[in-house]
């Protein structure tokens, strides 16, 4: 593979597979803050910024 | 209405749910096919560009419209826009049914040749007689009749049955592509079919048709426009994030593109380099159900890879196929039709409609075109309905609601803006082209398989029916708390 072919399939490959696991690991640590902020006592509410 | 079983029950769920329907058999058969008839590496950098300027704004609305208004397409844009627009969200919900017919007919080849390929049937000595004596068979209905059955049982449990089957299907699917592509990778001359997808040819870059191809596969493969996350967005839980989930589905859908395009085109070069341009011009039936299995009986244990080919496929064309049902049922209960009853409507118009695609490929193919192109209004639809309603207000009121994790700033209002500009240029141009190539004469004739003549008679037909019932379609909505009580 030429150096042009390997630099598309890491930008290409970076942007839409590094895209997707970067965006589904916030996806996924945003939930938690929330069903954490869900199960928070009381007071404790609102505290938590996810 | 924070929780209940009408809606999903965790953002892993509601996330796969959604990645299986705009992961569809477009992804393992279509991209590999229009990455490398259009320039490999020169295709994939607008086709990434597209990702962002047309599927991830699309997805967006829709994830608005399906959260905010609580309705399937129709009563969606009716809820936007006022009874007179009822139409199109309607055209939005026909098209997509329209593809459920023959697309069941897919999931039923798909079906087929995972069999043949775990018993050994295929390839056989003369590879196109198993696709010659099966397309167009009496198996060809049978097979249609199971796939469409598995989706209308699964849907029949509603959303969590869903979110259920889907939860075990997706990540399997992912992790055969994965387990595919690693395989074809590691071929002997697989760096040729790498070298084929990813060397950027920066001349064609200025090539229109490239960019409008890379529309085109954006447009197709993502599911944006098609109403199917709008439908899916009605069961989001109120908390629920509507941005990050949206860039999601887009990203992780081109993701499996990607990751089929190098499992296809490394297979291909790898064990028949001189006959690729063959291979890949060979339409998607001719790729798959042809080509793939006598490419895989050249590679060690080929008979396995071949069978995980066809099972990974059946599970794409299942999880779109179900999202595709449950669209029409949703729409059938936001008026009021009960789960049960809505599944058997759609499953009688499913075996009526869907029959004559299975035994006849001429009109396989027409159907497949004429609704496939027609999903381009369909995303023209949308952006006219946020420009209707006002892009500034739908982004404050619909986009950035309660549980959005990050708040979407103006770029978006452009960002739709330019989504209709873009189905305008591509309607106009696949128009000029379809003339420019056929003649006015023969372009105009309605019986062909592919003519504008066709896509002009069967869009004419829909539309005139759709606005001649428009006040029907619009006023027989039930609120959305009798509709919930059905799902």
Redesign the interface.
């Given at each position: 593979m030429s150096a042009a072919a390997w630099v598309t399939f890491a930008l290409v490959g970076g942007f839409v597979w590094g895209g997707f696991l970067c965006l589904l690991a916030v996806a996924l640590r945003k939930e938690r803050g929330k069903r954490r902020q869900d199960h928070a006592p009381e007071g404790e509410r609102g505290l938590w910024v996810p | 209405m924070t929780g209940g079983n009408h809606l999903f029950s965790?953002?892993?769920g509601m996330?796969l749910t959604m990645l299986g329907m705009a992961v569809g058999t477009g992804n393992i058969w279509r991209f590999p096919r229009i990455a490398a008839s259009n320039g490999g590496?020169t295709f994939?950098?607008p086709w990434?560009i597209f990702?962002v300027l047309w599927s991830v704004p699309l997805l967006l609305c829709e994830f608005a419209m399906g959260k905010g208004t609580r309705r399937g397409p129709l009563g969606a844009f009716t809820a936007l826009l006022g009874q007179s627009w009822a139409w199109m969200g309607a055209w939005v919900v026909l098209c997509s049914i329209l593809i459920m017919f023959y697309y069941s007919v897919v999931a039923g080849w798909c079906v087929r040749y995972f069999v043949a390929a775990v018993s050994g049937e295929i390839p056989g000595a003369e590879p196109i007689a198993f696709w010659n004596g099966y397309a167009e068979s009496g198996w060809a209905v049978v097979t249609m009749l199971v796939g469409l059955g598995i989706g209308l049982f699964v849907v029949a449990r509603g959303i969590r049955g869903i979110e259920a089957v889907c939860r075990i299907l997706m990540p399997t699917l992912i992790l055969l592509v994965l387990v595919l592509a690693i395989r074809a990778v590691t071929l002997p001359g697989a760096?040729r079919g790498?070298?084929f997808l990813?060397?950027?040819d920066w001349s064609g870059m200025a090539d229109s048709r490239i960019w409008l191809e890379a529309l085109t596969q954006n447009a197709w493969d993502t599911g944006a426009g098609w109403g199917l996350a709008l439908a899916y967005a009605t069961y989001l839980r109120a908390?629920e994030?509507t941005t990050?989930?949206a860039?999601?589905l887009g990203?992780?859908n081109?993701?499996v593109s990607?990751l089929a395009g190098i499992m296809v085109l490394c297979t291909v070069f790898s064990i028949r380099p001189d006959a690729s341009a063959e291979i890949v011009g060979a339409g998607n039936t001719g790729l798959t159900f042809i080509w793939m299995p006598q490419l895989f009986a050249a590679i060690p244990a080929g008979r396995l890879f071949m069978a995980l080919f066809f099972l990974a496929l059946f599970f794409a064309a299942l999880t779109s196929l179900i999202s595709m049902i449950e669209l029409g049922t949703r729409t059938l209960i936001d008026r009021g039709v009960a789960r049960g009853r809505a599944i058997g409507l759609i499953g009688t118009a499913g075996v009526v409609f869907g029959v004559p695609s299975a035994l006849h490929m001429g009109f396989f193919d027409n159907q497949d075109n004429v609704w496939g192109v027609g999903l381009m209004l369909s995303g023209l639809f949308f952006g006219l309905a946020i420009l209707k309603y006002g892009v500034d207000r739908f982004r404050k009121q619909y986009v950035n609601s309660e549980g959005s994790?990050v708040t979407i700033g103006r770029w978006w209002n452009a960002a739709i803006v330019l989504v209709v500009l873009e189905a305008l240029v591509l309607l106009v141009w696949w128009l000029s082209q379809t003339i420019l190539t056929e003649g006015w004469r023969a372009s105009l004739d309605p019986f062909r398989d592919w003519s504008l003549g066709t896509f002009l008679l069967q869009w004419g037909i829909a539309l005139g029916l759709l606005l001649a019932l428009n006040r029907w379609l619009a006023r027989g909505q039930v609120p959305v708390a009798v509709a919930e009580r059905e799902t």
């Open positions: - | 965790s953002r892993w996330i590496g994939l950098i990434a990702l760096m790498m070298a990813f060397t950027p908390r994030d990050i989930n860039f999601v990203f992780g081109n993701s990607l994790d």
